[in-house]
């Protein structure tokens, strides 16, 4: 969608270079913006970072680059992807460097914001089976056939839209703020009065997680985003006790993971289309769990499960620096019933 071609990570069975460059790239940026807190040091301090981050960020400039002379030497193809829309018009919106520039962003925005949702989604999940038997009941009883699984029945069904909405509170692809600058002169923002150039920001996980926003902020409860009339809303044995009027007070708008403004991301409805149907079909096909014990572990400190972890406890350099994460997937018979004997641990 984004250059007229392929990546090959199916074929290959694994992530593409450029994405190993991207977080290269990120990494750098953010230790660069840290020792810019202390300009006094910052000579000092440029020496200590790894040079192995900013060889990588080098390469995945010139990737970039290539990729976007690649597809400008093959013109205005039929193929309609991002690029060919810049390369039909007449007097040029952007010039070749700015678009190696953009490339970035694309590949960025295309694809680790929607995987990351996807993993922290199937980690939350396992976590806490009883939020996955709910899933599993909504996704198998309302299709007779993976064949009817379609975008716009999808988007009806309550309990997965819950599942995806919680999944961005609790691990927002952009962990991060998303940064903004004032504009010249002054602005007020939030009711502050601020000089124009200041950089500003509100940083996602921290809104989410505050409990002047959300109660019972650090738990996994997808049932906050349903009608409290809903049959579906109903504590899990290992949920802590709410009521009809636990969520009451929750500050819905603080959760803006796609950004909002002129500058909010153009991808949303893609990327909400196309998290519904992954979910959707991987738990139609699969039954999900934590290796070993499922169930008997989910019940264990984070600390304990086998092949897992807490999501919590990865790092970020303004996006989640993702640890592998161990799934059991069984396959589910055609009725939606467990396959027993049937399973392989996959590394998300």
Not at 306 to 320: C, D
Request: glycine share 6%; net charge neutral; charged share 20%.
């Amino acid at each position: 969608m984004g250059f007229g071609e392929p990546f090959g990570c199916l074929e290959q069975e694994q992530w593409h270079e450029w994405v190993s460059f991207l977080f290269a790239h990120l990494k750098a940026a953010a230790l660069l913006a840290s020792i810019s807190f202390y300009p006094t040091l910052k000579n000092l301090l440029f020496r200590l970072l790894p040079k192995s981050a900013f060889e990588q960020a080098r390469k995945h400039h010139d990737m970039s680059a290539d990729k976007v002379n690649r597809r400008l030497a093959r013109g205005a193809e039929d193929r309609k992807d991002v690029l060919s829309f810049l390369l039909n018009v007449k007097d040029g919106v952007m010039t070749a460097g700015e678009m190696e520039g953009t490339a970035a962003t694309l590949i960025l925005a295309g694809s680790e914001g929607t995987s990351a949702l996807l993993t922290a989604v199937t980690n939350f999940l396992v976590r806490h089976p009883e939020k996955l038997a709910k899933l599993e009941h909504e996704i198998r009883t309302e299709f007779a056939s993976e064949d009817e699984i379609t975008l716009t029945r999808l988007e009806h069904l309550p309990y997965i839209e819950a599942v995806l909405r919680e999944g961005m509170r609790v691990a927002p692809p952009v962990p991060t703020s998303i940064p903004r600058i004032v504009p010249p002169g002054d602005d007020i923002v939030n009711g502050v009065r601020l000089p124009g150039g200041t950089f500003i920001g509100l940083h996602q996980f921290s809104a989410y997680r505050h409990s002047s926003n959300f109660a019972l902020a650090d738990h996994f409860i997808p049932e906050r985003w349903l009608p409290t009339d809903s049959p579906l809303f109903k504590p899990s044995p290992s949920d802590p006790p709410f009521s009809s009027t636990t969520f009451a007070n929750d500050d819905v708008a603080v959760l803006q993971p796609f950004s909002v403004g002129p500058r909010s991301c153009a991808g949303t409805t893609l990327a909400r289309h196309e998290l519904r149907l992954v979910i959707g079909r991987l738990v139609w096909n699969f039954d999900l769990a934590v290796p070993g014990e499922a169930h008997k572990d989910a019940m264990r400190p984070h600390s304990m499960m086998p092949g897992n972890f807490k999501w919590e406890e990865q790092k970020t350099f303004s996006l989640w620096e993702r640890q592998p994460c161990q799934v059991q997937f069984g396959f589910a018979s055609a009725d939606g019933k467990p396959r027993t004997g049937s399973s392989v641990v996959i590394k998300c």
